[in-house]
């Protein structure tokens, strides 16, 4: 075996058939997707469960946070991935790109009796989506019959390492539409959170709810979708609202909740992560997480047998009436809101 090299032992068949793929996914950029990544991957790992990042964000932010820069292991990338998609790889050669983290100071959970689980990485490429968009176009362009087609070669790629971790928490780039990467994260995930820090990232769910709800009929698959408020504050206004909105055991005074819970019921997390200047300029995932309730929560609703799956138990008419109390929110948000006439140009 090479120096530095971690082999891992594949999982126990149960273990592989609850293993999970978990997406960040939010059409809005810094409403803290990454940070919720890691923070939920650093909690199960400390929990035992192993763990595999995977940093689909072109921006690398993940990798960054996790120590690792722009210019190591430029030849173990995500991009590295779609570079090799014409070439039948063994399994071998597929389990090769992830490294694992030595993570400093890591620890296992408190109360845990488990040793903490294994770390691992697939890193982020500024490339990624560049290789991803070639690797479609060859596979548009090929010749052989049945012609390969783009998700389901991710998704083997993806199965592979499902064999090995239990949880591969996929983090996303923002701006869904369009990107060919988040395209086909929609077809190998079983789990999307939704992170909301605000009325803008609020905003933007119906989108995001139809365009996944889309793909999930387009590919006959049924990923879930859950929703958390990271990164919020409270409201500056009153919106009058009767309804008691309790986050954390705790009154919180944020129509955007009140929404999201009055709309999405169930499929709304009743942890959240207030904003905090302490956590504005994190590098890392840290120690004492704040984020560390919100983990414990989404895995104890992964693994509940009574998850309901949101694509079932809702459908897109939920979204008209929740567009219609953001637009209340935001009136009432944005007081001397301006008002739009055609315009004309003298020439
Ligand atoms: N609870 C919090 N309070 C204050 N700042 C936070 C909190 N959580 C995360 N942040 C900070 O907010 C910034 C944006 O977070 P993050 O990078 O996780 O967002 P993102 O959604 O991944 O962004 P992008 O869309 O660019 O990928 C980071 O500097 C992060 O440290
Ligand atoms: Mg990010």
Same mark, same amino acid.
């Not at 992830?98 to 890193?123: C, N, Q």
């Not at 500056?236 to 944020?254: K, P, Q, T």
């Not at 560390?292 to 009574?306: G, K, M, P, V």
């Given at each position: 075996?090479?120096?530095?090299?971690?082999?891992?032992?594949?999982?126990?068949?149960?273990? *592989?058939?609850?293993?999970?793929?978990?997406?960040? $996914?939010?059409?809005?950029?810094?409403?803290?997707?990454?940070?919720?990544?890691?923070?939920?991957?650093?909690?199960?790992?400390?929990?035992?469960?192993?763990? %595999?990042?995977?940093?689909?964000?072109?921006?690398?932010?993940?990798?960054?946070?996790?120590?690792?820069?722009?210019?190591?292991?430029?030849?173990?990338?995500?991009?590295?991935?779609? &570079?090799?998609?014409?070439?039948? &790889?063994?399994?071998?050669? #597929?389990?090769?790109?992830?490294?694992?983290?030595?993570?400093?100071?890591?620890?296992?959970?408190?109360?845990?009796?488990?040793?903490?689980?294994?770390?691992?990485?697939?890193?982020?490429?500024?490339?990624?989506? *560049?290789?991803?968009?070639?690797?479609?176009?060859?596979? /548009?362009?090929?010749?052989?019959?049945?012609?390969?087609?783009?998700?389901?070669?991710?998704?083997?790629?993806?199965?592979?390492?499902?064999?090995?971790?239990?949880?591969?928490?996929?983090?996303?780039?923002?701006? $869904? =539409?369009?990107?060919? %990467?988040?395209?086909?994260?929609?077809?190998?995930?079983?789990? /999307?959170?939704?992170?909301?820090?605000?009325?803008?990232?609020?905003?933007?769910?119906?989108?995001?709810?139809?365009?996944?709800?889309?793909?999930?009929?387009?590919?006959?698959?049924?990923?879930?979708?859950?929703?958390?408020? !990271?990164?919020? @504050?409270?409201?500056?206004?009153?919106?009058?609202?009767?309804?008691?909105?309790?986050?954390?055991?705790?009154?919180? @005074?944020?129509?955007?909740?009140?929404?999201?819970? =009055?709309?999405?019921?169930?499929?709304?997390?009743?942890?959240?992560? #207030?904003?905090?200047?302490?956590?504005?300029?994190? !590098?890392?995932?840290?120690?004492?997480?704040?984020?560390?309730?919100?983990?414990?929560?989404? @895995?104890?609703?992964?693994?509940? =047998?009574?998850? =309901?799956?949101?694509?079932?138990?809702?459908?897109?008419?939920?979204?008209?009436?929740?567009?219609?109390?953001?637009?209340?929110?935001? +009136?009432?948000? %944005? !007081? +001397?809101?301006?008002?739009?006439?055609?315009?004309?140009?003298?020439?």
């Amino acid at each position: 075996m090479k120096k530095n090299s971690t082999r891992i032992e594949p999982l126990s068949e149960e273990e *592989i058939n609850n293993s999970k793929v978990v997406a960040v $996914m939010n059409n809005k950029g810094g409403c803290a997707k990454t940070t919720t990544s890691i923070a939920f991957g650093l909690q199960m790992a400390r929990l035992g469960y192993r763990v %595999l990042f995977v940093d689909s964000d072109p921006q690398s932010n993940m990798s960054q946070r996790l120590g690792m820069d722009d210019n190591m292991f430029r030849e173990r990338r995500i991009s590295e991935l779609f &570079q090799k998609s014409e070439i039948n &790889q063994s399994k071998k050669e #597929r389990l090769s790109l992830p490294l694992a983290i030595d993570y400093p100071y890591f620890s296992r959970a408190k109360g845990s009796s488990e040793k903490p689980g294994i770390l691992a990485l697939l890193p982020g490429s500024r490339n990624a989506e *560049i290789e991803a968009k070639a690797s479609k176009d060859r596979f /548009i362009n090929s010749e052989t019959i049945p012609r390969p087609e783009l998700t389901p070669f991710f998704k083997e790629r993806i199965d592979v390492f499902r064999e090995y971790f239990d949880y591969i928490v996929i983090d996303t780039a923002p701006a $869904m =539409e369009g990107n060919v %990467l988040n395209v086909i994260t929609t077809g190998v995930v079983d789990e /999307i959170v939704c992170p909301v820090d605000g009325l803008e990232a609020a905003l933007g769910i119906p989108s995001l709810y139809r365009w996944v709800y889309g793909k999930t009929v387009e590919n006959n698959i049924t990923p879930n979708m859950t929703f958390a408020m !990271v990164k919020y @504050h409270t409201d500056s206004f009153n919106l009058g609202y009767e309804e008691e909105a309790y986050m954390d055991d705790e009154y919180v @005074h944020n129509s955007v909740y009140q929404c999201l819970k =009055e709309t999405f019921g169930d499929f709304m997390c009743k942890s959240g992560v #207030r904003e905090q200047r302490t956590l504005r300029n994190a !590098v890392q995932g840290f120690i004492k997480s704040p984020y560390q309730a919100l983990s414990n929560e989404l @895995h104890d609703r992964f693994t509940s =047998e009574i998850h =309901e799956n949101i694509f079932e138990a809702t459908d897109p008419t939920i979204l008209k009436i929740f567009s219609e109390r953001l637009n209340v929110i935001e +009136k009432k948000a %944005l !007081v +001397k809101k301006p008002t739009f006439k055609e315009p004309y140009f003298v020439l």
